[in-house]
T-cell receptor, first 109, second 112 residues
């Protein structure tokens, strides 16, 4: 049983398309994180959310605590957005980290 | 401000050996967490250190251990290496553990 589920697993989009990646979790959380991992392994933390919505450039992250669901949106997608996007949560008991399996995004020019 | 650094970046060991990986957090950060990433299991939390104390631990066997020094640098040790320990080991730091984490580039360990 995975504490964090992501969908889709793989996503291919044309440049300029609007992209949505979904994340559902089953544990109580103190925070939800969206991470980006490029080929080669480097991970960048995009957002940390505990409620509502955050925006950074073309990226928007939302969270619905009652429904235990978060979405990451990318507007006007670009080939440089191609990466694996990982949803992770910090559980509110014991501060454990749980990770989704990631969404592999490819944006085609 | 310098980012999180990890050494070595690549390592090859044989079964039964032990290995020590090092992580230097961003200056001022006192929380260091370690993660293992494999193709089969994805990212998994190993442990977190804060002010030289292990604060949280994931579900890994006792062969995996760590420590943190007074300057917040952290080391992770794996004893009696197994083939399945081949992975990318990432560390991340934050000021107190409850904010955005900053990840290092990782150490890629191959066990033969």
């Amino acid at each position: 049983k995975n504490e964090v589920e992501q969908s889709p697993q793989n996503l291919t989009a044309q440049e300029g398309e609007f992209i949505t990646i979904n994340c559902s979790y089953s544990v109580g959380i103190s925070a939800l994180h969206w991470l980006q991992q490029h080929p080669g392994g480097g991970i960048v933390s995009l957002f940390m959310l505990s409620s509502g919505k955050k925006k950074h450039g073309r990226l928007i992250a939302t969270i619905n605590i009652q429904e235990k669901h978060s979405s990451l949106h990318i507007t006007a997608s670009h080939p440089r957005d191609s990466a694996v996007y990982i949803c992770a949560v910090t559980a509110n008991t014991g501060n454990q980290f749980y990770f989704g399996t990631g969404t592999s995004l490819t944006v085609i020019p | 401000k310098a980012g999180v650094t990890q050494t070595p970046r690549y390592l090859i060991k044989t079964r039964g050996q032990q290995v020590t990986l090092s992580c230097s957090p961003i200056s001022g950060h006192r929380s260091v967490s370690w993660y293992q990433q494999t193709p089969g299991q994805g990212l998994q939390f190993l442990f977190e250190y804060f002010s030289e104390t292990q604060r949280n631990k994931g579900n890994f066997p006792g062969r995996f251990s760590g420590r943190q020094f007074s300057n917040s640098r952290s080391e992770m040790n794996v004893s009696t290496l197994e083939l399945g320990d081949s992975a990318l080991y990432l560390c991340a730091s934050s000021f107190s553990g409850s904010e955005t984490q900053y990840f290092g580039p990782g150490t890629r360990l191959l066990v033969l």
